[in-house]
């Protein structure tokens, strides 16, 4: 049995060996090992640590001295260097570092080895005697609190007296002669603090500064920790030490220090990045006092020495196989590296060189892909805020729809339009909006309000439109009517400029610089290569055919959610729908549908043509059909403002008469003015102001309060509507046949899925599929032509989950509704959630993420998990998709992917991401559980 | 191999083989085989039908026709007449009779045999041509549409002309001489449209009659039936001929016939009840000609055939077990008994005379249990509308709380309560209620709302204090300044007496005579018989002393939900409630908190004092805060109102000024009366129209708003609003453990079990259970005595059943609340649902029951019972209730007892409902299962 081995050369040490030697002692081993000129030094092992901890008595155990010295003494020959020569000193550093990082152990000691002797030596070496004094002066202090236990009140006290005398406001203020006497001063208080002279053997030094690192490990900050995150000693027993090598960049002429990229960071191009100074170290590079220079100026400045850079750069690249971010010091005339790490890159940089790298042969597609976040990709995707650009935030909202924009403030959709068509940059701010808004939304470059959630009607059309959306900002006071709102305390009228940042929730008076997202073509490779490799597909939620077309140019591989209620919301259309809804017969009811019918049947057409092929599922009306009125608050408003115009109109018709009988000759002076007035407020009044105008308004009032409910979200909606007005959906599953068959007839492939929204039983699909067939032999009889088509439901509705099996004896595909799903399966409603309690509920723990924004897993997830297990029992082959708006997150893709989902669908912009995500979820299905 | 069997007399069939014979047939071999004096008859077997069908010939077999002339030889020789015989002829009846009751087949043909011979003896024996003549015009229509195909139309047109002609209105109008001619033009026209007389041989109509019903198995009618009702072959085929002798009530002083009771249906009594008429037949005793004598009267009248009737009377309830109610006919001194069937009682005679029969030896315990419909019980729990009363209903609402109650109407509950101190009944009348309508509660009869479901604040509260209550009745209007009302055109004042029925949910004008109920000696009984049968626990939900009491007396084993927030809702409280609700500060809240904590404990230990050593479970506020705060637009009226009163005052103090300005010398004369009533008007300003009341209301306007949901079942409520305002829940747990422990100290036992609403993550509960600790360990050292408490929580939300496997680390109970399980479930709006679409859900079919009055087992029901699989497998002895209002319910309690619950609670009127229920399920359990 030989001696334990308690001490690692760098050389020595198995770089994977993280429980023996820490994280960080196995990593400077390991750049070690692949040949990195990392300054030697070596490892003092965790067993050491924990055998000093171990032992009754104190002090070192002699054999882990002897190892030190004998390392020591290797370190010596290494360098050149004595530990205390006052000719040529060897100064080391001490770092503690066990098997997982852990903030609150011992911090860094550096230069350990300097006294009074090899200050002296270090200043004929570096010519710098500010440099070497304050090296000291910061060893001292450092060493004593650390390793002796003194308080730092003792220097702060001296070192402030210091700074008065000298009148300096900082450090760097303070000359040589100011810090030699500062560390005279602390020379002096360790000694009548202490009762000994600061320790001028370096072994005294080294020694003690090792025992401070090992019983830092049972220190009350580093129990704490581990306490609190939960590191157990199988995680994590013991710190190990790191001693190693001090080296000088401002060591003359030929030193240096300097920081590079292996390739450029900006663009991601395969050349060498980076800067130097000659004769400085690192704090100097950092002060900007001196320009650095390009690192090619580096090849003509030392030749000696720069193809071992161009080596490190290689051999740091094909080690590691990411781009690097390096630090390097050049001390007469030798090359260190003191850190590498990957380097941090933009989005389309990231891309560019991961891409590269697998043209190179030094990775695979598949650690390409593993390599870039999907949330990443949001950089390319959405317009961005300048990150240069230094503004302050105006107020907060809620983060809607991502990206950023910019413009001028209008109050309505009508001045929205008008102004975009005049070619300005608009916002539209309004306190919430409403489908009768829709042409605002086309109009402007963003919408912000200042009331209602993540999914209040601003922020779902914003989303589905891809444009930026800051919704519910409670800070903004309107008044619409003199277009005029107040946010934090801020006056702003229309036409005033400002930026909202819908990622962020932010908003900002005044212009702010954006960055444009550029879909670059690199990204078009990667997304190819997720998509092999996925078994997911991934559809977009789309409504419109511009929504479609950009789906499509985003690479989703169908719709798998166009919301025929979308296509009611446009400016001919919607009159049409309130017609529909305030119908009083069923007659009546039918003729605005029939006026809706083509609208509708357009739209899909148009949609099968840009899908062709691919499949496109349609939802029949979901929402209550008050959404499609104004509300009563609203109307009471508008009748009120009516009448009273109307009784001032009628009242100064009687100005002639009046002013005759008063003043015979100025009526007669202004008789034809007078009759003119008096005849345009007639025309107005009947024109503008009729009766049949408030009667038509006082009806539509008593319709909304009809319709009004007391929990809309849980109230007559979805097929509950389709089943007590059935021509609404008779016309919707007509217009999408009839679309499907003039497709078909053109040539084109398309097999529409009719999705039944709001289903808690079969009964209901059963119903609602009954209409189809009939509806489906009339248009095939129609036009000539077979049709086919699928038929599925919405699971959005904790009662179909339950029902799952039954359900699917009749659907062929479902689909889950997780903003819906979520709200019943939690109770929360989203709109009073996010304002009243969730913020609390996140804050303290409660929950660990907004469940509207991130898929609950263990809640709704395993309600999800339950019902596909019912209902691919019944029908072993269904179909199975999420199309709420968790589906384009990475972790619900995930989940999604492990309980092998058929499909996700999400909005356009988030398709790419999606895909990314899909891969991500294939490739690392093995490290994947549910808890 | 002898011949097979085709025809069997009554006492030769067996009284089980309803395949065979059919059910009527099998019934009335049974009736004959026990003894009792069928008319003699025989049963030709479904096997004859099917082989009759089978064959391509027509006419019936040979060996059938033999086989019946031989049970018509035996008939003849049974009742000493002859068939076709004219001096004492026999009758008989031909039934069709399949496997199962099966309506649409052949009706039945009564008294053939009949033909010009025997009429005439018909006529000689029962002395009565008219009544012989009308049994043969009768024959001949019926047996000729039948058997012979004849149209209906033939036979109406002769008797209408007939009618005509002796200006008879109605068939009774005619005497013997218009029915002989009837008979004699129907005979001509079956000559004349058959082509052949009216058979006269009785054995040619007797062939026919039968064949005529074995064709009518395979009839349109029939088949369309049995395709509708899906009734296969296996459940029946074929169908029997039931050939049964006529007998007579009118044939002479010795003849009579009666309807009978084995016992007094009215009141139980075990004494023989009913009536007869002697010389008479069963048209006569319905047509009330004669009035019938009671049934001791036959024992002088018929000394001989009395003791046969008493003896009839004990063969059937030895038989039937079940009081019988029969008919029965004496002819020529010969008992009958022509039918029996279980009599029906009222809910106290059936109980009574179950119960009787028990200690009668005639059935079991179990058996009375199971007689007794649970449903049946209500009769004697709530006060009923006299059924006896002729009224008309003046309009529906929904029925909301069980129950009739007759009143004066008041429009508010102040009025309620001063009506009611001076003795008046009164009907509080409003649109809706709110919390601080709850001293109207008390006082009033009924409650009766125009708007609002059967959840609404009326409807809960009603219950809970188990008054009537009739909710949402559109058709009233009220104006509750002027305090009137139209109630379906019906203009109704303060005062006017009015009824409602909580049970029906009708409305009726004036005072409808009501019956009290009366809680039996007799349903003690068979309570506790319930009770040792039952494995479910029955609690009752009560959140007052007296409501407490209640369901004691009505056997309640515990409190199963005793809901904190409605201690608030007292007239006292409630301003407390809102200053908490108001409160700025966490300090003002705190004040108001611990003013309120003193009401809560006291109510709490009086509930404890009552319930001592059974198990009561609070629950800790659940309602959205604002449900203690008036509506914003009730607060508006009101603001607007005492601005425009101050206005109104306010000018008015100008008075005495104007008039004296005006006319001096009669402000002289009125300056007194001036000064008294501007003085009045000045008191009445600075202490009711303050300007700081009117500002206290718009605080709480503005306070409301803010409060205000979109969804507030699906928000800020339960278990929120104890994280949020902890100093709520901390106030409540104290109250609880405080009473519990001066309860304790008094000598008493308690454990009371602390629940949380609510929940959907465990972290809520750990919240929560950190502050009981906190509190008990206070409360323990204040009052030097351990408190012991038990800790759970409900589960109402989806995520809660997803979850209970966590759950059930800390919650040593859970209770389903269905009311908002089944709306999370469903994603229904109880309140929208019942109004907008659940009516047609149900017509439809779409929905077998609606889900809040039925517990949906195939949903909530399965969710439940996922929910107890995953609590259970962590805590295994977990205590399982349900509180929610179908809890009360048997099918509800079949389910609860089936999926092994621990005890279900409701409101305390249906508690000895659910103790039967729970005896019902036990003692049912092997024949039920969940589809």
Known sequence: MGTKKYVYAFEQGDGKNKELLGGKGANLCEMTRIGLPVPPGFVITTESCLSYLDQKKKGLQAEVVKQIREAMAELEKKTGKGFGDAKNPLLVSVRSGAAMSMPGMMDTILNLGL?????????????????????????????????????????????????????????????????????????????????????????????????????????????????????????????????CTMVFGNMGD???????????????????????????????????????????????????????????????????????????????????????????????????????????????????????????????????????????????????????????????????????????????????????????????????????????????????????????????????????????????????????????????????????????????????????????????NADTPDAVSKAKKYGAMGIGLCRTERMFNQPKRLPIVQEMILAET?????????????????????IFRIMDGYPVTI?????????????????????????????????????????????????????????????????????????????SKEIMLKKVRTLSETNPMLGHRGVRLGITYPEIYAMQIRAILEAAAEHIGDGGKIIPEIMVPQVCTLEELKWVHGFVVDIQKGVEKKFKIKVPYEFGTMVEVVRACMRAGRLAELAEFISFGTNDLTQATFSFSREDAETKFLPLYEESGILQDNPFEVLDIKGVGRLMMITMEWARKTRKDMKVGICGEQGGHPDAIRFCHYIDMTYVSCSPPRVPIARLAAAHAKLKEGEYSIV
Request: glycine content about 6%; charged content about 30%; aromatic content about 6%.
């Open 115 to 243: 006294n009074e002797d090899t200050v002296k030596g270090m200043i004929r070496l570096t010519k710098n005697e500010r440099f070497v004094y304050d090296l000291y002066r910061r060893l001292i202090q450092l060493f004593c609190s650390i390793s002796l236990g003194m308080e730092d009140d003792n220097f702060d006290h001296i070192f402030n007296k210091i700074k008065d005398k000298y009148k300096a406001k900082e450090d760097v203020d303070l000359d040589a002669k100011a810090l030699k006497e500062t560390c005279d001063q602390f020379l002096e208080i360790v000694k009548k603090k202490t009762g000994k002279p600061f320790p001028q053997d370096p072994y005294e030094q080294l020694e003690l500064a090792v025992e401070a690192v090992f019983k830092s490990w049972t220190g009350k900050r580093a129990v704490d920790y581990r306490r609190e995150f939960k590191i157990t000693k199988e995680m994590a027993d013991g710190t190990a030490v790191n001693i």
């Open 254 to 540: 030929h030193s240096a220090t300097g920081v590079a990229f292996t390739r450029d960071p900006a663009t991601g191009d395969n050349r060498f990045f980076g800067e130097y100074m000659i004769n400085a170290q690192g704090e100097d590079v950092v002060a900007g006092i001196r320009t650095p220079e390009p690192i090619r100026q580096l090849r003509k400045e030392m030749p000696d020495v720069y193809p071992e850079l161009e080596e490190l750069r290689h051999t740091l690249e094909n080690h590691y196989r990411e781009v690097q971010d390096l630090e390097f010091t050049i001390e007469k005339g030798k090359l260190y590296c003191l850190q590498t790490r990957n380097a941090k890159m933009n989005a389309s940089a990231f891309i560019k060189t991961s891409i590269d790298m697998v043209n190179e042969g030094l990775i695979s597609e598949e650690e390409a892909l593993l390599r870039v976040q999907p949330d990443m990709l949001a950089q390319l995707l959405y317009p961005q805020l300048d990150p240069n650009a230094k503004v302050e935030v105006l107020a907060q909202g809620l983060p809607a729809s991502p990206g950023a924009a910019s413009g001028k403030i209008v109050f309505d959709a009508d001045r929205a339009e008008s102004k975009a068509k005049l070619g300005e940059k608009v916002i539209l701010l309004r306190e919430e909006t409403k489908p009768e808004d829709i042409h605002g939304f086309f109009a402007a470059q963003g919408i912000l309000t200042s009331r209602g959630g993540k999914t209040s009607h601003a922020a779902v059309v914003a989303r589905s439109m891809g444009k930026p959306c800051v919704s519910g900002c409670e800070a903004i006071e309107i008044t619409p009517s003199s277009k005029e709102a107040v946010i934090s305390g801020v006056s702003l009228r229309e036409g005033d400029m400002i930026t909202i940042d819908g990622t962020t929730g932010n908003i900002y008076q005044g212009k702010v610089p954006t960055i444009e997202p550029e879909f670059v073509e690199d990204l078009l490779v990667l997304l190819e290569w997720a998509d092999e490799i996925s078994d997911l597909q991934i559809m977009a």
């Open 619 to 695: 939802r029949l009306l979901d929402p209550p059909i008050h959404e499609f009125l104004p509300s009563a608050d609203e109307l009471v408003q508008e009748i009120d403002h009516l009448k009273e115009l109307r009784n001032t109109v009628g009242g100064m018709a009687a100005l002639p008469d009046t002013l005759k009988m008063l003043d015979p000759e100025l009526h007669e002076r202004y008789a034809a003015n007078l009759e003119a007035i008096t005849q345009g407020l007639e025309e107005l009044k009947s024109e503008h102001l009729t009766v049949d105008l408030i009667e």
């Open 586 to 606: 069923t007659e009546e009811r039918q003729a605005a549908l029939d006026r809706l019918l083509p609208f509708q049947r357009e739209d899909l057409k148009e």
